[in-house]
């Protein structure tokens, strides 16, 4: 029992012994990583601060900025471990790194997915941060772009985080990728106005307005002839495109042109519905040849109301018949009223 307790304790002693020998290796292997660590972090914001001023090499910037640190650490990672193990090599490390890659892939093959998707997305750039896209039933503010999810900011103050293989593989629309915008809204006029007149009316009031464009030029342009109008399409652009610009020049647009309309005598009439009940009482009901369905009669006579003698006397006729005995009951019953 004695021998057992022994050998245990001189394994213990062993333990801290090599622990005490490999003591400072520890301390200075992790001020080594501390310090890479820091580096990592240093050179990415430096690359950063020197793609922000140019917005076309901003993500490009991004991508450059977390390699350098991921290399950057990983080297750390290396230089730590010979130090702890000197008989560390780099081929175990690739050999490690190598296995670990393998059984992780399988693992998180959808966090894979999205990774590779962001570094594509920072490559091609089809968005930018700041950028106002469309995505699916999601319209916001790119706040950032990274390399598993880009978060967009809603303009009712929501953040939505999407994932970036989502992005890659569906179609995004990017309301700021060009400086200018067009915008665009139907006006109804009614039929016995003037198309001319009131286009010129319209595109008098969109230049009123001091955040359109006047190159390219306002357009009126006639689209439709509905039900209750003649719809006349408004288009005019805007710079920036951005969604409050559009709110706010689209509101005054509008009313701009609803109050020179207005002035001018030019009617703005809403959909409206005449409702015709046909009369069944005249003696035309059921010849569709004479049936005039409601509408006032031509120039031809009015049909005359249907006879309510002449009718009972025949429902008469059909109730001598049906009773067999041939005659007329000059007193209707009641049930044939």
């Known amino acids: 029992m004695n021998t057992e307790i022994s050998a245990a304790w001189n394994k213990v002693e062993n333990m801290i012994n090599g622990f005490m020998v490999l003591l400072p290796n520890i301390v200075l292997a992790l001020i080594v990583f501390a310090f890479f660590f820091f580096v990592a972090g240093k050179i990415k914001g430096?690359?950063?601060?020197?793609?922000?001023?140019?917005?076309?090499?901003?993500?490009?910037?991004?991508?450059?900025?977390?390699?350098?640190q991921g290399v950057t650490i990983l080297i750390g990672l290396f230089i730590a471990l010979s130090i702890v193990i000197p008989s560390f090599q780099a081929g175990d490390l690739v050999q490690l790194l190598g296995i670990s890659g393998v059984a992780i892939g399988f693992a998180f093959r959808d966090i894979l997915q999205n990774f590779l998707a962001g570094i594509l997305i920072?490559?091609?750039?089809?968005?930018?941060?700041?950028?106002?896209?469309?995505?699916?039933?999601?319209?916001?503010?790119?706040?950032?772009?990274?390399?598993?999810?880009?978060t967009i900011r809603t303009y009712d103050g929501r953040r939505i985080v999407i994932p970036n293989s989502e992005l890659f593989t569906n179609s995004v629309t990017v309301n700021t990728a060009f400086e200018s915008r067009r915008l665009e809204y139907d006006i109804g006029i009614g039929y016995g106005d003037d198309i001319d007149r009131a286009k010129?009316?319209?595109?008098?009031?969109?230049h009123s307005?001091?955040?359109?464009?006047?190159?390219?030029?306002?357009?009126?342009?006639?689209?439709?002839?509905?039900e209750s109008t003649v719809n006349i399409r408004a288009r005019w652009w805007i710079k920036p495109p951005r969604r409050a610009d559009a709110l706010d020049s689209r509101d005054k647009v509008i009313s701009a042109i609803k109050?020179?309309?207005?002035?001018?005598g030019i009617d703005l009439p809403f959909p409206t519905q005449q409702i015709l009940f046909h009369d069944q009482t005249e003696e035309t009901d059921g010849d569709r040849s004479r049936q005039r369905e409601?509408?006032?009669?031509?120039?031809?006579?009015?049909?005359k109301p249907r006879s309510i003698s002449g009718s009972l006397r025949k429902l008469a006729q059909i109730r001598a018949q049906r009773d067999g005995n041939g005659k007329i009951d000059s007193q209707p019953h009641n049930d044939h009223l």
């Open 46 to 68: 430096l690359v950063k601060r020197l793609t922000r001023k140019h917005r076309q090499a901003r993500n490009l910037g991004l991508v450059l900025g977390r390699l350098a």
């Open 122 to 150: 920072l490559l091609t750039e089809p968005f930018q941060i700041d950028d106002q896209i469309v995505f699916k039933d999601f319209e916001g503010t790119v706040e950032n772009i990274q390399t598993r999810a880009t």
């Open 200 to 206: 010129q009316l319209m595109l008098q009031a969109i």
């Open 209 to 226: 307005v001091d955040s359109v464009l006047q190159d390219p030029a306002p357009e009126a342009l006639v689209m439709e002839l509905a």
């Open 259 to 264: 109050k020179k309309l207005v002035e001018n």
């Open 294 to 303: 409601g509408w006032p009669a031509g120039k031809g006579e009015v049909p």
